[in-house]
């Protein structure tokens, strides 16, 4: 089992930043990829940026520029930097894990954390 804290959500006005962390604990080894996505009222849940534990990142169209993942292998810890927010970006933000299994992979989700951007 992988546990996944989220912290750093909350209001911002647009154009605003804010930093978002995702903490793993449990059963971290062979955790691969790591990643943010967002779900916003009445809409499916979307990929925000994901990155590799080699450092590998990859960013959502809608994020491309504005978000910066990053990873602290040693803290087991990911984070996403958000900067100049729109209101579009409002959404709850969940943290992912993916842990490579012998069979198959196995994906871990945290609790996640509301972000709102005011206009």
């Known amino acids: 089992q992988v546990q996944l804290v989220e912290s750093g959500g909350g209001l911002v006005q647009a154009g605003g930043s804010l930093r978002l962390s995702c903490a793993a604990s449990g059963s971290i080894f062979s955790v691969g990829t790591m990643g943010w996505y967002r779900q916003a009222p009445g809409k499916q849940r979307e990929m925000v940026a994901s990155i590799t534990n080699t450092g590998t990142a990859d960013y959502g169209a809608s994020v491309k520029g504005r978000f910066t993942i990053s990873r602290d292998n040693a803290k087991n810890t990911v984070f996403l930097q958000m900067n100049s927010l729109k209101p579009e970006d409002t959404a709850v933000y969940y943290c992912?894990?993916?842990?490579?299994?012998?069979?198959?992979?196995?994906?871990?989700w945290g609790q996640g954390t509301q972000v709102t951007v005011s206009s």
């Open positions: 992912k894990a993916t842990k490579i299994g012998v069979l198959a992979d196995y994906d871990y």
